[in-house]
Nanobody, 127 residues
Framework: QVQLVESGGGLVQPGGSLRLSCAVS????????MAWFRQAPGKARESVAA????????YYTNAVKGRFTISRDNAKNTVYLQMNNLQPEDTAVYYC????????????????????WGQGTQVTVLS
């Protein structure tokens, strides 16, 4: 079993930055593929970014490329999402997710392939 706890959300002005954290505990957390998803009000949950077990491979949805960076510190069992130049359309609840399978380009953004989810953290960018 894996437990995920997100933190770092908040209220920010357009152009501002936030860093989300996801604390991972349970089964050998350093071997998990990790990802961030988000769900805006009235919309379906969508993928944001994913990172391989050792951090060597990352994927991003087009809307956040160049602004967001996913990283991980396996010694601290923590995954991060650095979000820069935030815009009102980034307003959403952000979820951390994990799976014990290899990160592939073909399914990194498939929610159905992730086994564990956090409770989410709210990010609000003022408009």
């Amino acid at each position: 079993q894996v437990q995920l706890v997100e933190s770092g959300g908040g209220l920010v002005q357009p152009g501002g930055s936030l860093r989300l954290s996801c604390a991972v505990s349970g089964r050998t957390s350093s071997r998990t593929t990790m990802a961030w998803f988000r769900q805006a009000p009235g919309k379906a949950r969508e993928s944001v970014a994913a990172i391989s077990a050792m951090g060597g491979t990352t994927y991003y949805t087009n809307a956040v490329k160049g602004r967001f960076t996913i990283s991980r510190d396996n010694a601290k069992n923590t995954v991060y999402l650095q979000m820069n130049n935030l815009q009102p359309e980034d307003t959403a609840v952000y979820y951390c997710a994990a799976k014990y399978t290899t990160l592939y380009s073909t399914d990194w953004d498939s929610q159905a392939t992730y086994d564990y989810w956090g409770q989410g953290t709210q990010v609000t960018v003022l408009s």
